[in-house]
Structure formats: C-alpha cells, structure tokens
C-alpha cells in the first residue's frame, strides 16, 4: 500500500521505489514513516482504519496553515484527498530534539510559542468546549472495567461536575489540544509544534494543563509558565490551571484505560481518533 501512496505524490512520484529508505516511526491514530530520498526527508502520514471518522481534516488543513503561517508548525507539502484524505507528506526538521522539560530555556522557549499560537488574530476551525469534552470523557469512562471504574469513580464525577459550570471567563483561543511532549521538537533555541489533527478553538488552559501534565510540571513552574503564556493576569488563573489539570488528566486516563481495554475493537478505533 505504501508503495502506491508514494506514487500518487507529486514530489516522490517519480522516483524509483527502490531508492527510497522507509523507516517506521511510532504513532497511534496514524501510520507515520521517515522517507529518505537522496536530496531530502520527509514525514509520510498515513491514517488508520476509521480515523477520517472522528477527524476534521477540512479543519486540520486549515489549522495548521495557520501555524505554519505562524512559523510554529512544519510545512505541510502534500495532502491526500478522497480515498487518500488524511494522509500527507510534511517537511522533515532537522538537527531536532526530543523536548527537555527539565531544562529551564526549552521551557521558556515553549512558552514563547504556545502564546504566539494563543494571541494570533486568526481564529481556528472547529471549537472544544466543556460539554463536547464531557460526552468524550462520558464514552471512555463507559468502556473501562468496573474496577478501574471504581479506582476512576470519585476524579470522574469531580471532573464532570468542573465542565458543568464556567471555569475561567477567558475567552477560547487558536489551541493545538494536543501538546503531549512527545508533540513537541526542539531546534536550537526554536520549538516546532507538530500533529495538529485535533487543533481547533478553546480555552488557553486546555493546551497548557495537557502540556504541563504531560511535561510532570509542579506547581511553581506551572505558575511560571501561565504567566508566559497568557497575555494579562487574573485572580483565578492558578486556580482554572489546577481544574484543567485534573480534567485533561481524568480524560487522559480515561481513555488510556478505555482503549487497553478495547485494543482490535471498533470502539478502540473511535477512542483512538477521538483522543484529544
């Protein structure tokens, strides 16, 4: 199948198959290879089974333009479209790192991004809000076991009861929703952000309690970060930082657990795609 693909690109079509290298990287909701011609590399994407189900790629393209507009996102140079929709050929960054959240200036040049992604004027495509993550966090908790329902019972409802009421009045922003490290690369003194198949408008505080989560931030780094990254300070900033840090984890663990659960089920192919 990966032969035809490289066929069907503009860029790749014309040389011979034999000649490329394919190395495999790792992924969950796609397929995703490290092409080597003789001259370049390149990221080829490829979805699996059912994941155009549960991903706007219409909004992907559209996101993503603008984050590459940004100088925040590699450059996308391909996109499939029809039977080939979702899968795309992106420039591979060199000389990149994995992110070093133990690092004091690779933290300070995240921030630095994550706020010029937040404070651009151009808006995103698709928006995440409270009840959409409810229904989510609904359907993973659903499909765990009854026994990691009980370990998961008391975070669950605390979470739920969080997205029943207004957390912060902070108005929603272009998010990436995503921004697990392993999202991140480091170059130099710059941070590419990449994967952006579930960016759309939402609260700055989704993008910054997955990341600070997933980074194993404590509290006084946290504070430092959402200082950075927001634009002026108010009294509950601390406080929504720590209610979304207790969601994204809730929903994180939800679905992790959910989909152990279901690993070469349909609904796993449903988690998978819907992880955000």
């Known amino acids: 199948m990966i032969e035809s693909i490289i066929k069907s690109i ?3 079509s014309k040389l011979p198959f034999d000649t490329l290298e394919i190395q495999k990287l790792s992924g969950l909701s796609n ?18 089974q059912s994941t155009n189900r549960f991903i706007n790629r219409d909004s992907e393209s559209y996101n993503a333009e603008i984050a590459q507009q ?9 996109r499939g479209e029809g039977e080939q929709e979702g899968i795309s050929l992106t420039e591979f960054i060199n000389n990149t790192n994995h992110f070093e959240s133990d690092n004091k200036k690779p933290i300070n040049t995240f921030a630095k ?8 004027k151009k808006p995103f495509k698709s928006t995440l809000d409270n009840k959409s993550i409810a229904i989510k966090l609904n359907q993973y908790f659903k ?20 997205l029943e009421t207004p957390l912060c009045k902070r108005p929603s922003v272009p998010s990436h929703i995503d921004l697990i ?5 480091q170059q ?5 952000l990449i994967d952006w198949e579930y960016s759309a408008m939402a609260s700055p505080f989704w993008d910054i309690a997955i990341f600070c989560n997933s980074a194993g931030l404590d509290s006084n ?12 300070n108010q009294n509950n900033d601390i406080q929504c930082l720590e209610d979304y840090r207790l969601i994204t984890q809730v929903v994180s663990d939800c679905w992790q657990m959910a989909f152990h659960n279901h690993p070469n089920s349909t609904n796993a192919k449903a988690i998978a795609a819907g992880n955000a």
Do not use: M
Not at 70 to 78: F, M, R, S
Not at 181 to 185: D, Y
Not at 221 to 232: A, G, I
């Open 10 to 12: 503009p860029l790749l």
């Open 31 to 48: 397929r995703n290879y490290l092409i080597f011609t003789q001259e370049q590399r390149y990221i080829l994407r490829i979805p699996r």
């Open 70 to 78: 940004l100088g925040i996102a590699p450059k996308c140079l391909w």
């Open 113 to 120: 991004t994550l706020a010029t992604l937040h404070r651009s």
């Open 143 to 162: 499909l765990c076991s009854c026994s990691q329902q009980k370990l998961l019972k008391a975070d669950y409802q605390k979470t739920l009861s969080l």
């Open 181 to 185: 490290t392993e999202n991140i690369l």
């Open 188 to 192: 130099d003194n710059k941070i590419w």
């Open 221 to 232: 780094r946290s504070k430092k970060l959402l200082k950075q990254v927001l634009d002026n």
